[in-house]
């Protein structure tokens, strides 16, 4: 708390926004993974205002359970049927304690890159200079349809002039012609004095170009009760430009991506392609990491320090410990450890948690899997329901068959032990530490302490197959030439059962290596 901390600050989000042309109203469209009423809301809280009010009317319920869902202590405020956007603050006046003294700050739920700063100082300007109302204003090359700000000789506001409204004035020819070529235009932010707002929206009619209850009204009426009105221009257009349709929604969101990459930059993160870098507002990174071309950080995802990750990884809600690597990976719900290796081509859905120096390699999806410190599932996995012992083995193309098409079952493989090749693991089952599982095996059953389980049919091999099935074929004579050479040795005969399989069923790693001729 500092002294000039707001009474309180009205968020004005109950219009239509009919030029999104959407089914989503419009302060729930988002950029940088939040929605505008998000970052709205988070601007106001950062003015530490006592109270935080959010009016709304269209699709009310889908809104007012957002603004819940953000920020409990929020009060949500119905407009009526009066239009406008001085009925609107009058609504949330409303909700707010009926003795409420002090400033009153007024936002609008559609003006994403306004910041919590500006709102302070903006309370700030307005309690030290005694102003009933400071508006935030910006100097635009085009004002387009904003309301223009029309000063006096001595530069003081004397009124808000909506650009309809301007318009007839000039079509009038009248002493109010020349607002319409104003350049200073009203972003729709502003500092009030509770008890002038309050008396002021009372006298606001709707006799204009829009037959609705303007706010910008209570401008020339505080003149007229001989208070003043103070601007407080801004520099950073940015931060007043609002959203109406979906050109300004990714404009506003490529500008805001790039405020954000920056932040990052500066805390000491490398970036080496900002352009096509996408870090969300709540995602956090810690130093000395490096980002490559086209990697998208959204959500709640954080990253700590000295990783590296992309080139072209998306990771949503995922946290990603110091010094791990994490390579053309998609990852949500997602815990990558310290050290750990993830990629290329991984897909990491949600409840993977990798342990410290772990790794899951090309080609793994994996899914409520949890995979321990050192253990590695390398190349072409699927690990769905899984509990993985540290230091645990994953030989290439083991499928976790975790779904017997009518409920999930969990497999779980202890420390230290192997699960050889192309082998399937029917959950549930249970593979103890300190165990293997034989190449190609369909595992469905309990594998102990010290034990190797083989599970697959032993190799057969008929002589002379070649010879009477595949007659003539290139196939039929590269044996024969085989064998003709074998037979000109003399002393090696050919093989009768696997070279590659011991007598007890299990891989043998070295061939015995035959005769050259
Ligand atoms: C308003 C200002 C204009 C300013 C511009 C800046 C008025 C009369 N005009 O115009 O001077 O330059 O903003 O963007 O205030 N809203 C409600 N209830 C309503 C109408 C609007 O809550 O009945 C909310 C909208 O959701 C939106 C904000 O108020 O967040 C602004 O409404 P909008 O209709 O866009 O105002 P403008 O006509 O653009
Ligand atoms: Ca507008």
């Not at 109270?51 to 709304?56: G, I, K, T, Y």
């Not at 002090?102 to 709102?119: A, F, I």
């Not at 043998?508 to 005769?515: L, S």
Request: hydrophobic share 40%; charged share 25%; aromatic share 4%.
């Amino acid at each position: 708390m500092t002294s000039h901390d707001p009474a309180a600050v009205i968020v004005l989000a109950a219009g239509e926004g009919t030029r999104m042309k959407s089914a989503t109203p419009k302060v729930l469209h988002r950029i940088g993974g939040r929605t505008l009423l998000g970052h709205a809301l988070h601007a106001a809280r950062q003015a530490a205002p006592r109270h935080l009010a959010v009016v709304v009317r269209h699709e009310r319920d889908r809104v007012a359970a957002h603004v819940e869902e953000l920020d409990a202590d929020a009060l949500v405020a119905d407009q009526d049927e009066v239009k406008g956007t001085g009925r609107a603050c009058e609504c949330g006046l409303e909700a707010l304690p009926e003795d409420l003294e002090g400033t009153v700050l007024v936002t609008m739920g559609d003006v994403p890159l306004l910041t919590g700063s500006t709102l302070r100082e903006l309370t700030e300007r307005h309690e030290r200079s005694g102003a009933a109302v400071t508006v935030i204003t910006a100097e635009l090359p085009d004002a387009r349809s904003y309301g223009r700000v029309v000063r006096d000789d001595a530069g003081d506001v004397v009124a808000i002039m909506e650009f309809k409204d301007a318009l007839a004035h000039r079509e009038a020819g009248d002493e109010w012609s020349h607002v319409v070529d104003v350049r200073e235009i009203n972003s729709g932010i502003y500092a009030f004095d509770a008890a002038l707002l309050r008396s002021a929206l009372a006298r606001v009619g709707t006799d204009n170009a829009q037959g609705e209850k303007y706010l910008t009204d209570v401008v020339a009426i505080a003149r007229d009760e001989g208070r003043r009105v103070s601007a407080h221009l801004v520099e950073d257009l940015w931060q007043t430009e609002g959203v109406n349709d979906r050109v300004q929604l990714a404009h506003l969101g490529r500008e805001l991506n790039r405020r954000t990459v920056e932040h990052w930059m500066r805390e000491g993160v490398t970036v080496v392609d900002p352009a096509t870098t996408w870090i969300d507002a709540d995602v956090t990174i810690g130093r000395d990491t490096v980002l490559r071309p086209g990697v998208q950080l959204l959500g709640a995802t954080t990253v700590g320090s000295e990783a590296v990750v992309g080139p072209d990884t998306t990771l949503t809600d995922t946290v990603v410990g110091d010094r791990a690597s994490v390579v053309r990976t998609q990852a949500e719900l997602a815990v990558v450890g310290e050290g750990a290796s993830v990629g290329p081509f991984s897909y990491l859905r949600p409840g993977t948690e990798l342990g410290a120096d772990g790794k899951i390699g090309g080609f793994v999806e994996t899914k409520n899997a949890r995979i321990g410190a050192g253990a590695k599932v390398p190349h072409l996995t699927y690990c769905g329901d899984a509990t993985i012992g540290e230091g645990a083995n994953i030989g290439a193309g083991t499928i976790f068959a975790n779904y017997d098409g009518v409920a999930k079952h969990r497999t779980t493989v202890g420390r230290h032990s192997f699960v050889g090749s192309d082998s399937v693991l029917i959950a549930p089952v249970d593979i103890a530490d300190g165990a293997y599982v034989a190449a190609g095996s369909a595992i469905e059953g309990r594998v102990g302490p010290g034990q190797i389980a083989v599970a697959r049919g032993r190799q057969r091999n008929v002589d002379g197959w070649v010879a009477r099935r595949r007659a003539g074929t290139a196939t039929a004579r590269a044996a024969e030439d085989a064998l003709a050479r074998e037979q000109g040795d003399g002393d090696v005969p050919p093989p009768e059962d696997s070279p590659h399989t011991r007598p007890d069923g299990t891989d043998d790693p070295t061939p015995p290596r035959r005769a050259e001729s």
